[in-house]
């Protein structure tokens, strides 16, 4: 019987509240796609019975997850966290990094997305951890090391928007009790905003222009089947009925999804119009302006 190939990982970068997890959940209606949510974070959180898969099951019990959780060497979360942290970014980009770390984290790399691909029956992957500290370096890590096919959706959205839904609702990890709530939890995502997608744009460059693509989350919730469009050619899919399901309103589930936005946990509908830029309080405004001003134009925000 012919082996099955290797699958593509479309891995979603940027920073959180930039609209990963519903683009997850609206890849994941593509039958040749299988959505996995922040999968750097799966070690982590299954040591934690407290935190669910989004199918409701603790991740050992999860029918995608537990199998190849229960085989898995001791300390390879370890060597995942610090192969993939930002403190590592330079270290990993120019190829030093310890023998016994790229044996162990291509060993655990092929593992986990040939593993995924088989219980989906999937050609593609989609990771949306993102680029905050804990992941930063993981779509280059997946390629060097892993030895993996990885091209990388980086997605922005405007960073009023984003400093807005921390200020409405906080941070996600204090709402999910993962960790207690900080001083200035709320100016915290401006320096985030900058910096992920900062590294973001750097990924792309060292991985090559052919790997990398970027896309406004306001373009893709105006003209969803033409960035839906872009995407396919990306990632050699074809996409023209997702886009259509998406522009008719179609409800979109999530996959077997590790961590993310509390939207995975319901099917959603994509919102086929930006809502109108945010006033935000002097602090956060004038934070911003000094601090994303640069970056934000160079994406096409003002």
């Excluded at 029918?63 to 959780?69: E, I, K, S």
């Amino acid at each position: 019987m012919q082996s099955r190939k290797t699958p593509r990982v479309l891995y979603i970068a940027g920073y959180s509240r930039s609209g990963s997890t519903i683009m997850d959940m609206v890849l994941n209606g593509h039958p040749d796609v299988a959505s996995t949510g922040e999968l750097t974070f799966l070690h982590d959180d299954a040591a934690d019975t407290t935190l669910t898969c989004s199918c409701g099951a603790i991740f050992r019990d999860c029918p995608v997850y537990g199998d190849w959780l229960a085989d898995r060497p001791d300390g390879e979360g370890e060597v995942v966290r610090r192969v993939e942290s930002r403190a590592n970014l330079d270290q990993l980009i120019a190829g030093h990094i310890a023998d016994g770390d790229c044996t162990a984290y291509r060993a655990y790399a092929l593992s986990l997305f040939n593993h995924v691909a088989a219980k989906h029956d999937a050609e593609v992957i989609v990771d949306s951890s993102k680029s905050a500290k804990d992941a930063a370096g993981r779509p280059i890590a997946l390629a060097r090391l892993g030895g993996l096919d990885v091209r990388v959706l980086h997605l922005t959205r405007d960073p009023r928007a984003v400093a807005n839904s921390y200020l409405q609702s906080g941070s996600n990890w204090v709402l999910e009790g993962r960790r207690k709530p900080r001083p200035f939890d709320t100016l915290r995502p401006v320096m985030g905003w900058m910096l992920a997608n900062k590294i973001s744009q750097r990924i792309g460059q060292a991985l090559g222009p052919d790997r990398y693509m970027h896309v406004r989350y306001e373009d893709f919730q105006r003209d969803p089947a033409t960035v839906l469009g872009r995407i396919g050619t990306f990632a050699d899919l074809e996409t023209g009925e997702l886009g259509r399901a998406v522009t008719n309103g179609k409800a979109f589930e999530a996959g077997h999804n590790v961590g993310g936005n509390r939207t995975r946990l319901a099917p959603q509908v994509v919102s086929l119009s930006p809502k109108p830029v945010p006033r935000l309080p002097m602090a956060h405004s004038a934070a911003l302006r000094c601090v994303c001003g640069r970056t934000a134009r160079k994406f096409g925000y003002v």
